[in-house]
């Protein structure tokens, strides 16, 4: 069981948000600038703790360099529980921004259902086709639902 303590100084069993709040602060080590990010394991990892638990769906981007190294998170769209809309013009320009050379795509399922949905796959394939275009390379999009992880590119949809 894990502790914190409250405003009196007691010990107290640690809340659920308690505890995902400290996991997104250590996932931010991961995803910290010039980390290399060496397997998609770790991708998933980290990305799956920086939204796991949020009760709003979030649409973000890890952009990287040629040599797969962290250069932002940047949690772009912010939605409602079941969407949020997202813009592949506003990826392009901050991955322009950025000199960005590949990027992951992320977001989450507030249903805790991590299947990918059509609409998933619509908006990737969009995404994807933007940033060919300024010879930008989408290495994944990762869908998080719960504590599960899905990769796109580990079912081929990439």
Same mark, same amino acid.
């Given at each position: ?7 009196? *100084? ?6 659920r948000?308690?505890? #995902? /709040?400290?996991?997104? @602060?250590?996932? =931010? ?6 980390? /290399?990010?060496? =397997?998609? #394991?770790?991708?998933?990892k ?6 796991a *638990? #949020? +009760?709003? !769906? ?7 360099? *040629? @040599?797969?190294?962290? #250069?932002?998170? @940047? +949690? ?7 969407? $949020?809309?997202?813009?592949?013009? +506003?990826?392009?320009? +901050? ?8 990027v992951?795509? $992320?977001?989450?399922?507030? =249903? *805790?259902?991590?299947e990918?949905?059509? $609409? &998933? !796959?619509?908006?990737? %394939?969009?995404?994807?086709? /933007?940033? $060919?275009?300024? &010879?930008? @390379? ?11 992880? %899905?990769?796109?590119? !580990?079912?081929?949809?990439?």
């Amino acid at each position: 069981m894990l502790y914190s303590r409250d405003t009196s *100084g007691c010990y107290q069993p640690a809340s659920r948000d308690t505890i #995902l /709040a400290a996991a997104r @602060r250590l996932s =931010s080590c991961q995803l910290r600038r010039g980390a /290399a990010i060496t =397997s998609p #394991l770790a991708a998933r990892k980290a990305i799956g703790l920086k939204l796991a *638990g #949020l +009760e709003y !769906e979030s649409f973000a981007c890890l952009f990287l360099d *040629g @040599r797969h190294q962290v #250069l932002a998170w @940047r +949690e772009l769209f912010h939605g409602s529980v079941n969407r $949020a809309t997202v813009h592949p013009r +506003e990826i392009v320009k +901050e991955a322009l921004r950025l000199n960005a050379a590949a990027v992951i795509l $992320a977001h989450n399922h507030p =249903s *805790g259902v991590a299947e990918p949905s059509q $609409a &998933d !796959e619509l908006i990737t %394939v969009r995404i994807r086709d /933007a940033l $060919a275009l300024v &010879d930008i @390379r989408v290495l994944d999009h990762l869908v998080v639902g719960g504590n599960v992880v %899905v990769s796109f590119a !580990e079912r081929g949809l990439l």
